[in-house]
């Protein structure tokens, strides 16, 4: 991905793909960058987006709603895509249940 300005209410979700990331945008298209999911968490401007497993880094404002299945907890998006959040980000749902889209 060149420097050029993305706006973030389009981006629905980032996902990692090895040393690539893929931005998935609500329009339904892809743009792939080459850096890590980690370094664009990292980034100022993606503060607000949400790291639920190792794989995905979401935008809370297409976050639709949280449910439990078994002890597993799934995220639902917008689009109808479900999350499974891991054990170790479990501390991620405070933060969904607190974003005032919510």
Same mark, same amino acid.
């Given at each position: ?8 209410? *389009?981006?629905? &979700?980032? $996902?990692?793909?090895?040393? &690539? ?8 298209? /892809? #743009?792939? =960058?080459?850096?890590?999911? /980690?370094?664009? #968490? ?12 190792? =794989? ?5 404002? &297409? !976050?639709?709603?949280?449910? /439990? $299945?078994?002890?597993?907890? !799934?995220? /639902? ?8 959040? =891991?054990? *170790? ?7 969904? $249940? #607190?974003?005032? =889209?919510?």
């Amino acid at each position: 991905m060149k420097n050029e300005t993305i706006n973030l209410n *389009r981006i629905m &979700y980032l $996902k990692a793909d090895s040393n &690539y990331t893929e931005f998935h945008f609500t329009c339904g298209k /892809k #743009q792939l =960058s080459p850096r890590t999911l /980690k370094h664009h #968490q990292n980034r100022h401007e993606l503060k607000d987006f949400l790291r639920v497993n190792n =794989s995905l880094l979401l935008n809370p404002t &297409y !976050i639709d709603g949280v449910c /439990k $299945k078994n002890s597993t907890s !799934i995220v /639902k998006l917008k689009n109808g895509m479900e999350v499974v959040v =891991s054990r *170790r980000r479990q501390n991620v749902l405070q933060a969904i $249940k #607190q974003h005032p =889209s919510h």
